[in-house]
T-cell receptor
Framework: AQSVTQLGSHVSVSEGALVLLRCNYSSSVPPYLFWYVQYPNQGLQLLLKYTSAATLVKGINGFEAEFKKSETSFHLTKPSAHMSDAAEYFCAVSDRGMNSGYSTLTFGKGTMLLVSP | DTEVTQTPKHLVMGMTNKKSLKCEQHMGHRAMYWYKQKAKKPPELMFVYSYEKLSINESVPSRFSPECPNSSLLNLHLHALQPEDSALYLC????????????????FGDGTRLSIL
């Protein structure tokens, strides 16, 4: 079964600093991977997705992620943090084994990004 | 603004009440999902509907009863809930079709925050 592991339940950065949120996956087949963001009292918003096209994926709000098969990683980065980036971030993998015709997501435990002025 | 609309945003109910949560999307998605999310945890899948048919029930207690009356609408009927059922209930939708559709992202609503007295 596919799974993802997010290293660090909390990451703290200063405004303007590099953001790096780590996600490693475990999958017996090439995975479909997603990053979602959740702001307080809101649902999950898709940041970006990897579906086996380009390994460097650009998303919304200046975020990007690079798929590295050799490291089984899909880390999320942003060159310069803004205060508005403070939120919970979830990495997720789509279960491709069911052949069901729709996606079923397995989420990591989440990483809370804290941004200080 | 999210394209998946959930009502109500907040719900407080006693353990003997019957209430319903509603979810609506007009993106033409044929897969719809219910998740339960506890504080500081990732969403947990409860039910999946594909083409208005129940495809997945993740061993959810019978006090939760899903319904998909048409391709745009998803309901969750609640009866005799327990205090531990207090949580954020998220609805999501995605495209569905052949096996390749497992790479489609899910689009989430902002959820209903449910409190059981």
């Amino acid at each position: 079964a596919q799974s993802v592991t997010q290293l660090g339940s909390h990451v703290s950065v200063s405004e303007g600093a590099l953001v790096l949120l780590r996600c490693n996956y475990s999958s017996s087949v090439p995975p479909y991977l997603f990053w979602y963001v959740q702001y307080p009292n809101q649902g999950l918003q898709l940041l970006l997705k990897y579906t086996s096209a380009a390994t460097l994926v650009k998303g919304i709000n200046g975020f990007e992620a690079e798929f590295k098969k050799s490291e089984t990683s899909f880390h999320l980065t942003k060159p310069s943090a803004h205060m508005s980036d403070a939120a919970e971030y979830f990495c997720a993998v789509s279960d491709r084994g069911m052949n069901s015709g729709y996606s079923t997501l397995t989420f990591g435990k989440g990483t809370m990004l804290l941004v200080s002025p | 603004d999210t394209e998946v609309t959930q009502t109500p945003k907040h719900l407080v109910m006693g353990m003997t009440n019957k209430k319903s949560l509603k979810c609506e999307q007009h993106m033409g998605h044929r897969a719809m999902y219910w998740y339960k999310q506890k504080a500081k945890k990732p969403p947990e899948l409860m039910f999946v509907y594909s083409y208005e048919k129940l495809s997945i029930n993740e061993s959810v207690p019978s006090r939760f009863s899903p319904e998909c009356p048409n391709s745009s609408l998803l309901n969750l009927h609640l009866h005799a809930l327990q205090p531990e059922d207090s949580a954020l209930y998220l609805c999501a939708s995605s495209q569905a079709g052949t096996a390749s559709y497992s790479n489609q992202p899910q689009h989430f609503g902002d959820g209903t925050r449910l409190s059981i007295l």
